[in-house]
């Protein structure tokens, strides 16, 4: 063991450091109590022989401070385990004996020191410090296996995917924004279609493998942000952390591409392809509707994309009748109309052609590179406009929202460019909080703007795919969240 001696008197610092060296233990000396805890706050010791009468910082004191540091966790004391403390006097009293116990001591001996008890004083301490150390070791892996528990808990054993325990969890944090903040959220449940005919035809190993191959093709296109759950048999739910309905549509979009382009054969239909179906149902920012009710909701429209032929996503509220607007199904059910914004053109074209014509005078697709930086700078300037209005910091918001109006005129988001124009006056925070969501509802249909006008480009096939792959960033890492 590692024994700390303190005692101002030459000659008992001898007597006890002797008998100390002599059972083989490794042993440090201090004459006042200020030295000792200077030892003690570098290194751990496993006893410490302290007396009780020094100047200064006297035994009882040393001995609260030991006992206050374990406590608290910090310092060597949490790294090396428990120290056993033995406080020597001159003054062979009951009462002193108490109030060193009291103090936080494990034992107690009477000067002059006899070698013999300070001898059985270390034995116990070897015991005791040795238990100490296993209970310390039982303590860090039982807390291993409680976190493991905990994560194998919430984990789907067949997908990896976290399971519906973990997705009440998450529903649960919503719905605590929600009361709290108003904050809305979307919520889509997807369905493998004509799943139980891939377990008749092709067993239940191949519809395993189906379901584990859709798992990871899906959670590749999920946001850091947002979450993607196995919710029983077949059915995935996908929590998004928008209160857009086009942002949380989008979003869906490229779960469903995703699976398309995975091209997995359908065990159980000839020349077929897995698909999914998906309903969304959303939670608009002020509106209380709870995640219980977005479930049933987003089930419902589920039911209306299976009828309707499966393959698709519906939305809740369902799109309008023929004639009363778009026709349900289609993308523009979900997109706001540019021309109805109020706030100008959704995009406008003629920058990109722009830049196009100029990055093929230097041989570059800069219109790409130019649409993807200011994709990532969008989804990251929202975030921080999200925060600073949540921390009240007017000025953050009115320096991003400038930086944001910019580059948005650059590229000719035009509507994007007169929101973050009117963050820059002195609004209320009710307002404020209002454009800043109607900044990042706008982002979604802009991205798919730019990356349909890149396509309209002449760009080669690597530019699109780039283009593709800027509506999917992942703004939660991007911004460090």
Not at 433 to 453: G, S
Request: hydrophobic share 40%.
């Amino acid at each position: 063991m590692k024994v700390l001696v303190v005692d101002d008197d030459p000659v008992g610092l001898v007597l006890a450091t002797t008998v100390v060296e002599t059972l083989g233990h490794e042993v440090s000396t201090a004459q006042d109590g200020h030295t000792a805890w200077a030892l003690l706050e570098r290194e751990h010791f496993d006893v410490l022989v302290t007396d009780r009468e020094m100047p200064g910082l006297d035994g009882l004191a040393l001995c609260e401070r030991v006992r206050l540091r374990g406590t608290a966790g910090g310092g060597p004391a949490a790294a090396g385990g428990y120290c056993y403390v033995v406080i020597l006097t001159s003054h062979d009293s009951a009462e002193e004996a108490y109030d060193g116990i009291c103090a936080g001591a494990d034992d107690y001996l009477a000067k002059p020191l006899n070698g013999h008890d300070l001898r059985l004083r270390l034995v116990s301490a070897q015991r005791v410090t040795d238990l100490h150390r296993r209970l310390a070791r039982q303590h860090v892996e039982l807390n291993a296996i409680g976190e493991a528990q905990h994560a194998l808990a919430r984990r789907d054993p067949l997908t990896s995917l976290p399971n519906r325990l973990a997705l009440q969890e998450h529903l649960d944090r919503l719905d605590a924004n929600l009361r709290r903040y108003g904050r809305g959220f979307s919520v889509a449940v997807l369905d493998v279609d004509h799943f139980k005919s891939v377990n008749d035809v092709a067993a239940h190993a191949a519809g395993d493998e189906v379901l584990r191959r859709l798992a990871g093709a899906l959670l590749a296109e999920v946001r850091d942000t947002d979450g993607l759950y196995r919710y029983g048999g077949e059915e995935f739910v996908h929590v998004i952390e928008t209160p857009s309905p086009s942002a949380a549509r989008a979003a869906v979009e490229r779960l469903r591409a995703a699976v398309q382009a995975l091209a997995l054969p359908h065990g159980g239909r000839a020349g077929a392809c897995v698909t999914v179906s998906a309903g969304i149902a959303t939670s608009e920012d002020g509106a209380a509707v709870v995640s219980a009710v977005l479930l049933e909701r987003a089930d419902a429209a589920l039911y209306e994309a299976k009828q309707s032929g499966r393959d698709q996503a519906r939305q809740h509220p369902p799109a309008p009748a023929a004639g009363d607007g778009p026709a349900a199904g289609t993308d523009d059910t979900c997109r706001p109309d540019p021309r109805s914004t109020g706030e100008g053109p959704l995009l406008d074209g003629a920058p990109l052609e722009r830049m196009h014509a100029l990055g093929r005078q230097v041989g570059r697709n800069l219109a790409d590179e130019i649409v993807q930086t200011w994709l990532r700078q969008g989804e990251r300037a929202v975030l921080a406009m999200q925060a600073a209005v949540e921390a009240g910091d007017a000025d953050r918001v009115r320096t991003t929202a400038h930086a944001l109006k910019g580059s948005s005129a650059t590229v000719g988001a035009t509507a994007l460019a007169t929101v973050c124009a009117g963050l820059e006056e002195q609004l209320s925070w009710p307002d404020r909080a209002r454009q800043v969501r109607r900044a990042a509802e706008l982002l979604a249909p802009t991205d798919e703007a730019l990356v349909q006008h890149l396509r309209a480009l002449p760009l080669d096939g690597a530019a699109v795919a780039g283009a593709d792959r800027s509506s999917r960033l992942e703004a939660g890492a991007d911004a460090g969240r």
